[in-house]
């Protein structure tokens, strides 16, 4: 699937800016449009603020910063696409974040977001797991970028995290433009069982038909978590982004006792394009 509608996540953070020159540089490499949504509601409550005035007024003060944030950003945003020749849409919108960007994400082919903020205590931890909401919600794939991420958007090897899953499936064919551009594609599959060859190697037959240049690989299991199994092959191979499918197993049960997914979100150091 083609690339050329690119909805980016902003807010008052401090990872936003970061996402917008990431939508924008895809936009250029891609030949597509940008919708930035700015969402001025704060993403987490302090663990300070107690008692309904005080987040009354703590509210208050954040959507007025938040505000003069998407105002000042507006004009640099609109500036950074003129000069980088990207047609764009500049959108500010109040309230929750997961359904204002369920509802633009309708008419996207790639939702960029930021990987959560490990420093946040608990309780926002649930507050602000916008991206696995998110993945699990809307029909486009997501791409989540690593929080202080500065590396290459054009990835010249991808890892391909493979498991015989509709929702693997899914990932494979919404990271179709970034593969057909890499020079490498890896398939990998972790060996829980030895069907999962077979499967990775006819997913190499299927890009192969799509002129990407990819090959098979499997990695024996081990006391290594899957996702630090995952991260480490994609490292040692010099990869540049990941694509995986994204909860495997029920909701309930990742929520509550974690799974490769959610220790993807924490542990990720690349670029992941996830789907579910």
């Not at 917008?20 to 936009?27: E, H, R, S």
């Not at 509802?103 to 490990?118: E, F, R, T």
């Not at 486009?140 to 991808?158: G, M, Q, S, T």
């Not at 995986?244 to 924490?266: D, I, K, N, W």
Request: glycine share 4%.
């Amino acid at each position: 699937m083609d690339v050329k509608t690119i909805l980016v996540h902003l807010a008052d953070d401090e990872e936003c800016e970061r996402r917008l020159k990431v939508a924008l540089k895809l936009a250029q490499i891609h030949n597509a449009h940008v919708t930035a949504l700015f969402i001025t509601k704060p993403l987490a409550m302090p663990a300070a603020v107690a008692g309904r005035a005080a987040s009354s007024v703590f509210l208050e003060s954040a959507y007025e910063a938040s505000r003069g944030r998407a105002k000042r950003l507006s004009t640099e945003f609109k500036d950074m696409a003129d000069r980088a020749n990207v047609d764009h849409t500049w959108i500010v919108e109040d309230g929750e974040h997961l359904g204002h960007l369920r509802y633009h994400a309708h008419v996207s082919d790639l939702v960029v977001v930021s990987q959560i903020n490990q420093a946040l205590n608990f309780e926002d931890h649930f507050r602000v797991r916008l991206a696995e909401e998110l993945v699990m919600d809307i029909g486009a794939p997501v791409l989540i970028v690593p929080r202080n991420f500065e590396a290459a958007l054009d990835p010249k090897h991808v890892l391909v995290c493979w498991k015989m899953t509709y929702e693997s499936v899914r990932a494979v064919r919404g990271a179709l433009a970034f593969l057909k551009r890499a020079e490498l594609v890896t398939v990998l599959s972790i060996d829980e069982s030895k069907e999962g060859m077979l499967s990775a190697a006819e997913v190499v037959s299927y890009l192969q038909r799509h002129d990407v240049t990819a090959d098979a690989e499997l990695v024996p299991s081990s006391d290594r978590s899957t996702a630090d199994t995952l991260i480490e092959e994609a490292e040692q191979r010099g990869a540049q982004m990941m694509v995986m499918g994204a909860y495997g197993h029920s909701r309930m049960r990742e929520l509550l006792f974690g799974g490769v997914t959610r220790e993807m979100f924490q542990k990720m150091r690349l670029p992941v394009i996830m789907a579910h």
